[in-house]
């Protein structure tokens, strides 16, 4: 089942910060993080692999709240180069393996 | 990371005729390779599960006899779009899925750079 994303968009200045949150009705075992940019492929930012884990990557994290079954990515002090959709994605057990199945993105644009 | 490709990046073709997209696992062996399409402004769809030396399992709603999935070898799957239409014009991105102690402790998946597909 298709996580949910919220906000939908979000316009920032360089420098703001943003949260963005990634829910789902099933149990999570891992979230995923991507960001995309137009016309590209997503690019993998980070997994939390259980729940109260929290990552970092230079000034994105993430945390995982595995009990409430949802997850936030934080951007701070966000740089021109953060714009993109940004998706969360879930992981499913199905008989052929695990496959991701991706909520409907935040679009996220940072300007100057 | 692990480097995942994909051939060719865009095609344009005419309605009705078929359409093979490589998707290869540059610098691993992947079991497993996903296929995702996404329309504009739209997620990534998972249609279906390639395993290596089995027949892929697809996503409800995706017709296995259009979309022809191989996965011939550890570092390659193919998707057929057979007859396509101009609804089948998407962004077409495949995944390959690492195994533990590839480049990590766990599965982890990356994406090809992906196909553009115009049919007219």
């Known amino acids: 089942q298709q996580p949910v994303q919220s906000p939908q968009a979000v316009i920032l200045r360089e420098g703001e910060d943003a949260v963005i949150n990634c829910s789902s009705s099933k149990a999570l075992y891992s979230v995923h993080w991507y960001r995309q940019k137009h016309g590209e492929a997503p690019v993998f930012l980070m997994i939390l692999l259980k729940g109260g884990e929290q990552k970092g990557h230079e000034k994105i994290s993430a945390s995982f709240n595995e009990k409430k079954q949802q997850s936030s990515l934080y951007l701070t002090a966000s740089q021109l180069s953060y714009s993109g959709t940004y998706f969360c994605?879930?992981?499913?057990?199905?008989?052929?393996?695990?496959?991701?199945?991706f909520g409907k993105g935040t679009s996220l644009l940072v300007t100057p | 990371g692990a480097v995942v490709s994909q051939h060719p990046s865009w095609v344009i073709c005419k309605s009705g005729t078929s359409v093979k997209i490589e998707c290869r696992s540059l610098?691993?062996?992947?079991?497993?390779m996903f296929w995702y399409r996404q329309f504009p402004k739209q997620s990534l769809m998972l249609m279906a599960t390639s395993n290596e030396g089995s027949k892929a399992t697809y996503e409800q709603g995706v017709e296995k006899d259009k979309f022809l999935i191989n996965h011939a070898s550890l570092t390659l799957s193919t998707l057929t779009v057979t007859s396509a239409h101009p609804e089948d014009s998407s962004f077409y991105i495949c995944s390959a899925l690492t195994t533990p102690g590839t480049s990590s402790s766990y599965n982890e998946q990356f994406f090809g750079p992906g196909t553009r597909l115009t049919v007219l």
């Open positions: 994605g879930t992981l499913t057990n199905s008989n052929s393996g695990y496959a991701l199945n």
């Open positions: 610098d691993f062996q992947a079991t497993t």
